[in-house]
């Protein structure tokens, strides 16, 4: 066994509760007397409570795996605490936590610390911060060897996996290979190429491993309880999906969130956000992310990914929500915030690049992918601008490339003059893509304006399709996009009839189904429109469900 020095000695880490905190913790906890070896609770263990420490020491574990003894995290004294940001949101444990010597603890259950979280402001906005800065001084730690990923570094796959583990914020080690690589790996005498990706769970081998595998294992998938219909389901977790969970939830409405990747939707891949209201400096679109679904989870919000949603139906006084695994949960009231797909180009070998070359994001991810490198980023909107921008700001030389002659017709004016004005962007306005090369990975992309380019990554931020196929009786536009509000059609309004009412702000063209973000037909395409629509949904679900808001 081995020790680290690394200890929770930060305040906001190595928290103790005051006497007037610690009664109203333990007010709602169950006692326990532990002797030096008892574990107050192992590693892969659901439903894990938090753990008051009165007396003695707790020591946190990160348990021995194939290649590496156990080593100790962290030991907590009196008056503070064992636990970190998985206490919220559900994932199972994934360090063991025992007595170094005779003690009392106190267990107090996640529904309990829910409630206390939001009924007592300053003690939860304390335990809220300990438990984010655990997880991420977590992340630098030893306990990064409970999620290990090895893949090969291009491939999709790999990318996936890594892309889900950090939106969720796990703690967690990726080991990128190149082909070359693989075969000398001393992986390779155990696992074969076609092996990857590989994921270990507590050392334990996972091969050709994908996110929903992974959610699985660590307890963040949608597990069916017993419990009643949830007031409100919500269907996809990018801004519109997040804050519209955030909302109903701090008014006291159960939510459930599912989202089918990983929470963020297309801001988490856009790299800097720069007209958001409160950051005058720009924030990242994962970054912002973090931070509300970090939100979400403290108001109670289950938030479940990758959870992929296949039909939605009335049944009775209820809404029937279809997994695509054939599990049913019913609920209430349901916001549909799905989102688009992004668009692809029709170019011959497109399929051959896609995880070898060609991204829908640009993020710190893809930058590592393309260090330095010249690159070609398509598209004619915000999202393309501030890929252009933050590739160029990071070494790579930028071809942008345009097929409209006005470059602000569809991006914002700060873009545009930031676009024209750096050196080391060239802009092809009235241009196309129509060839890309490459052996094994993009080389080279063709514009018909420019010829033959040298570039690593095509970044391409064409747009995306409504994803709604999923969704055939509800009113939509020829494109795909939801109608909502007062824009549902004549012919879909026959129903209502019997309600005496017309569908409200937000709700679409079935009673108690609403649809908010980029899959609303009418919706403006940003983050900030997408936060509001998604909070102003909830009013409209208050008003449906008669219940008065908080």
């Not at 008014?251 to 989202?259: D, K, R």
Request: with cysteine.
């Amino acid at each position: 066994m081995t020790t680290t020095d690394q200890q929770f000695t930060d305040p906001a880490l190595d928290l103790r509760f005051t006497d007037a905190q610690w009664q109203k913790l333990v007010a709602h906890a169950t006692p326990r007397d532990v002797e030096r070896g008892d574990y107050v609770f192992r590693s892969g263990e659901r439903d894990y409570p938090m753990v008051l420490v009165e007396s003695g020491e707790i020591e946190v574990v990160r348990d021995a795996l194939r290649w590496v003894g156990e080593e100790v995290v962290a030991t907590m004294g009196p008056r503070s605490f064992v636990g970190e940001l998985g206490l919220l949101n559900g994932q199972s444990a994934f360090l063991s936590a025992r007595a170094t010597g005779p003690g009392r603890v106190w267990f107090l259950a996640r529904p309990d610390l829910r409630r206390l979280l939001a009924q007592e402001d300053e003690l939860g906005d304390a335990v809220l911060h300990a438990l984010w800065a655990r997880r991420e001084l977590l992340r630098r730690g030893p306990a990064a060897l409970t999620l290990k990923f090895v893949g090969l570094e291009a491939s999709g796959e790999y990318l996936a996996l890594r892309r889900f583990a950090e939106r969720l914020d796990l703690v967690h080690t990726a080991v990128p290979l190149d082909p070359d690589s693989a075969l000398t790996h001393p992986l390779h005498n155990e696992y074969a190429v076609d092996d990857l990706p590989i994921a270990f769970v507590q050392g334990e081998p996972i091969l050709r491993a994908t996110p929903g595998i992974i959610a699985e294992q660590l307890g963040l998938s949608y597990e069916a309880t017993d419990e009643d219909a949830v007031d409100l389901v919500v269907i996809g977790g990018g801004p519109a999906g997040l804050a519209a969970s955030i909302y109903a939830a701090s008014e006291g409405l159960s939510t459930l969130l599912l989202e089918a990747i990983a929470p963020g939707g297309q801001a988490a891949s856009t790299s800097r956000i720069e007209n958001f209201l409160g950051f005058p400096f720009g924030v990242s679109g994962g970054a912002l992310i973090g931070q509300a679904t970090l939100q979400a989870i403290k108001f109670g919000v289950r938030v479940c990914a990758p959870c992929e949603t296949a039909a939605l139906a009335p049944a009775g006084d209820e809404l029937a929500v279809t997994l695509t695994d054939g599990r049913v949960i019913r609920a209430r009231a349901a916001i549909v915030a799905s989102g688009a797909a992004y668009r692809r180009l029709r170019l011959e070998r497109w399929a051959d690049f896609e995880g070898a070359g060609i991204h829908y994001a640009a993020t710190p991810l893809e930058l590592k992918q393309v260090t330095e490198s010249p690159v070609v980023v398509v598209g004619g909107a915000n999202s393309a601008g501030q890929a252009a921008l933050y590739l160029a700001a990071n070494g790579c030389p930028v071809h942008l490339v345009v097929r409209g002659s006005d470059l602000g017709a569809r991006m914002s004016s700060y873009l545009v003059d930031r676009l024209v004005e750096d050196p080391r962007i060239q802009v092809h306005r009235e241009s196309n893509i129509v060839g890309l090369d490459g052996n094994g990975h993009l080389e080279s992309v063709a514009i018909d304006t420019a010829g033959q380019v040298a570039a690593r990554g095509l970044f391409c931020f064409i747009g995306a399709e409504p994803a709604t196929s999923w969704l055939p009786a509800l009113d939509r536009d020829p494109a795909g996009f939801i109608r909502t509000g007062a824009d549902v059609s004549a012919e879909a309004l026959a129903q209502w009839q019997p309600l005496g009412r017309g569908p409200l702000p937000f709700e679409t063209s079935v009673p108690r189904v609403f649809a908010v973000g980029d899959v609303r037909r009418g919706s403006m395409k940003r983050v900030a429109a997408a936060v509001g629509e998604g909070s102003s949904a909830v009013a409209s679900v208050h008003q449906v469900l008669g219940v008065p808001v908080a």
